[in-house]
T-cell receptor, first 116, second 113 residues
Framework: AQKITQTQPGMFVQEKEAVTLDCTYD???????LFWYKQPSSGEMIFLIY??????QNATEGRYSLNFQKARKSANLVISASQLGDSAMYFC?????????????FGKGTSLLVTP | DSGVTQTPKHLITATGQRVTLRCSPR?????VYWYQQSLDQGLQFLIQ???????AKGNILERFSAQQFPDLHSELNLSSLELGDSALYFC????????????FGPGTRLLVL
């Protein structure tokens, strides 16, 4: 069975600083995808970044990068130059494939507060 | 805006009642997924449909059912509602049935009194 662990329930970071949100996972599947989503206080889930298990390079999307360490089973999200609008819940997720379909398993999330 | 629409945004109902949540996927997406987010259970996958067919099933209660129509919109039916069904229900969509990025709708917030 898959497991996604986000050990930081809450974090603070000062505006313009970089912050790393931790995510570790456990799976026996050889092929999987790792995702990060942002959930602001308004409630919607916003896709941020994706990393495939066979991707050789770490994924980057603007100020977001995913520090993928396959041997350590970690997929940490790095946000550079934090902005006040980055304050939100952040969820790490992993795809779970069956023969006919797939789903996402989510971690419990990390609450990030960016301070001026 | 992800392009996924959900209606209604909010729903308040009583225990024992039945409600229907509606979702329209992004243009071009054939897969629809339903998730439930509650304080105690977190975000849980319920069910996936691809082009009208059920493809994957998660922790969906027997009181809940879903379908995807020929125009690709989907409905999640929740019946015999209990207090514990109060949650945020998300619909997400993706192009294909396997290993694709899912784009989430704004959610329907259900409160069962």
């Amino acid at each position: 069975a898959q497991k996604i662990t986000q050990t930081q329930p809450g974090m603070f970071v000062q505006e313009k600083e970089a912050v790393t949100l931790d995510c570790t996972y456990d799976t026996s599947d050889p092929s999987y995808g790792l995702f990060w989503y942002k959930q602001p206080s308004s409630g919607e889930m916003i896709f941020l970044i994706y990393q495939g298990s066979y991707d050789q390079q770490n994924a980057t999307e603007g100020r977001y990068s995913l520090n993928f360490q396959k041997a350590r089973k970690s997929a940490n999200l790095v946000i550079s130059a934090s902005q006040l609008g980055d304050s939100a819940m952040y969820f790490c997720a992993m795809s779970r494939n069956s023969n006919s379909g797939y789903a996402l398993n989510f971690g419990k999330g990390t609450s990030l507060l960016v301070t001026p | 805006d992800s392009g996924v629409t959900q209606t209604p945004k909010h729903l308040i109902t009583a225990t024992g009642q039945r409600v229907t949540l509606r979702c329209s996927p992004r243009s071009g997406d054939l897969s629809v997924y339903w998730y439930q987010q509650s304080l105690d259970q977190g975000l849980q996958f319920l069910i996936q449909y691809y082009n009208g067919e059920e493809r994957a099933k998660g922790n969906i209660l027997e009181r809940f059912s879903a379908q995807q129509f020929p125009d690709l919109h989907s409905e999640l039916n929740l019946s015999s509602l209990e207090l514990g069904d109060s949650a945020l229900y998300f619909c997400a969509s993706s192009v294909g049935p396997l290993d694709e990025t899912q784009y989430f709708g704004p959610g329907t917030r259900l409160l069962v009194l």
